[in-house]
């Protein structure tokens, strides 16, 4: 047991076991709970499911809200905006399945007392852009929250999950997990017969534009560590579209969203002499995607295309027209507004900088890439789809299902299905905890086993970077410089070069090519074989430690379906500078990868994409 022998193993037993008490995991708590009222629903969250994941500091608008109620839009118009959005590759049978339920769920959170704005005129809820409804949402989480600590039999705050378990009795079926106590470090490990992964999705694999002081300003949660895609992989999950990052184009310096300003309150973006751009690009980009640039709404990706090229071309910085709309009193309390809702950072970023958008319009720039697949990009594992509508071979057994036995996933763990957002990230897990419930009713009395053995392998494996610490700071030079460890921050920084340098990130232009993912690969792979030495000096670093393991395999995943799409989908996101152009003749399909713990191989393969909706 070695060093720390004085940790206390804890054993919980349940039958739904939920990772991550974020938005996805609250609505399969919620729902788990509604089918299965016998069942023993368990949580497991690293943080505190109060104020965790994405949604911590609140939201300003829902962005996923159809109004069916008012024949606004339907499902198959929402299948219609993310299909064109991803340049044609969503897995439609999932976003029709999310799109269907979605009004349901904002309907829930309204009852459980989220304010949400409405149309004086018409009673409606106040609409900031086709499909996004505006939120008084500063306790957006809390609600949501409040709602899942109902629903649980037990939410264990604070643990972080760092493998899933699988039953010793059956091949490809999960079984539960194990994590630690990031304030105890007690471990613990968790028995279960169906388990749903709603761990978030993954800020920092890429070097971000904020580095040094700056570092945790990232515009996706600092928090987002990987484990929704990590934990599958490792477990032996099929993984879809995992090249598919996402780059946002935000406010300099803080990240601020510029959906509000863009939709409601109708600024636009010009260069630096003034002048529109956009339209400059199009015949560059239509070189590159064909008639795609002539897709209404213009894909996000292609605006990004726009903006970059204008900024090389020498005319940047780009910014946002503010100071027409911000006289008027009524959109300039909007504008400051919706960065008190969601990221006051760039409110201070702003007064810190001399900047009143009155006065002065503000630059915009482009972020680093972002792996996640609940926003505008669609990464994560390859799931099991509805039984009314899913292809036969998009179905293998219960909704979300992912290709191991009883193990589930929502909101940004689940692939191919974007634009969900937080709404539809609930409205997953509500799908999700139903089809879990059902796959425990059917499973009878022939329930997973844990080995005791994996489980003490893993215990051993979890807190090695603590023995790593203790021995190697005997030999430390300086500070907490040892050479015979490698700490948390120093492999965090060395990914985040690795990625930006080789797989496309703002250091490269987002730019790569086959001979620098390779490249990258055989980089990955030596940091992969130096993280057994990486020493952790208290728990806080343990679970540093973990969060960068669950990087480095969500990364090396990324490269690998970064190296097999042999064409660039979506410039703007990131270029294959070997094969310059979209080809819808090879390469409208989805990319399936599978990774192999024991020989640490990757399997590639594509799979079809059905256009269901016309
Ligand atoms: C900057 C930003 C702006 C956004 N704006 C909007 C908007 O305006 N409107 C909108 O509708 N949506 C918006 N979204 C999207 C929305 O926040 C996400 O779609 C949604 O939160 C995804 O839900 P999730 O449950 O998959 O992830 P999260 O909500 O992030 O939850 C993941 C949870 O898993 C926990 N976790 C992670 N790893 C582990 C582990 N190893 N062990 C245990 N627990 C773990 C985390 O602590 C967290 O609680 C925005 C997101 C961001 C980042």
Redesign the pocket.
Known sequence: MGLFSGRKTIFVDSDVLV???????CGATYESRYWGRDKKVVV????N?ER????AQG??????YMGMQWDENQPEDHVRYARNDLMGLVREDLGYDIARHVDATVHLFEEWGLPIMKDPETGRYLREGKWQIMIHGESYKPIVAEAARKAATKIYNR???THLLMDETKANRVAGAV?FNVRTGDFYVFRAKAVIV????ASHIYKPRAVGEGMGRT???P???A??YALPILAGAKMTQMENRIVLTRFKDGYG?V?AYFLHLKTYTENAYGNEYESTWYENTKAIVGDYIDHLPVPTCLRNHAFLEEVKAGRGPIRMVTKEAFQDPHKETVGWENFLG??IGQAVVWASQNIDPKEINPELTTSEPYVMG??ATCSGAWASGPEDYAPDEYQWGYNRMMTIDGLFGA???IGGTAH????G?FAEGRIAGKAAVKYIDDLGKEVPQVSEAEYQSLEKLVFQPMENYEVGRNEIVAGTVSPSYLLPIHGLQRLEKIMDEYVGGIGSNYMTNEPLLTRGLEHLQMLKEDLDHIGAEDFHQLQRAWELQHRVLASECVTQHTMFRKETRWPGYYYRGDHMKLDDTDWHCFTLSQYDRNSGNWEMEKAPVYHIVD
Not at 52 to 55: E, K, L, T, Y
Request: proline residues 2%; hydrophobic residues 40%; aromatic residues 10%.
């Open positions: 990772i991550g008490g974020g938005m996805a995991g497991v969250e690293k943080a499911i965790s994941g994405a949604v939201l300003y608008a829902i962005n996923c643990i972080m999950v994590g709603a761990a978030g999705g515009w996706y949660a928090w987002s560590s484990s929704a969203p959906g969601m990221t609940s926003h909101g940004d763990t969900k957002f937080s709404s990230s």
